[in-house]
């Protein structure tokens, strides 16, 4: 997976993170189900990219998270997340200096 590939699977990841949020109190089990095997799809392929990139252990909570859909996992997640795609987005702008 290239740099490029690697960088919109984790904002991927994000998006999936903001809409399960947004969706978690309206009752509708279908699509929440369906965003938590989405965000566990995209968690999983990125797994081994994450472990190398953090030394936190956030990708646990996430885990639990896409398994339970319990949002009190998710918020340490998605601020480590900001933090590598921030990461990023800085190593892309001095590249491009």
Do not use: V
């Not at 965000?39 to 909570?61: G, I, N, V």
């Not at 918020?75 to 001095?94: F, N, P, V």
Request: glycine share 4%; net charge negative; no cysteine.
């Amino acid at each position: 997976m290239t740099d490029k590939e690697i960088r919109a699977k984790l904002r991927e990841l994000d998006r999936l993170y903001a809409e399960h949020a947004n969706n978690q109190g309206q009752g509708d089990f279908e699509m929440q189900n369906k965003l938590r095997i989405e965000l566990l799809d995209s968690f999983l392929a990125l797994k081994p990219y994450l472990k190398k990139r953090t030394k936190l252990q956030w990708y646990e909570p996430t885990y639990n998270y896409a398994i339970t859909g319990n949002l009190e996992y998710i918020e340490a997640a998605r601020e480590d997340l900001a933090h590598i795609l921030g990461q990023d987005a800085d190593s892309d702008s001095s590249e491009k200096a």
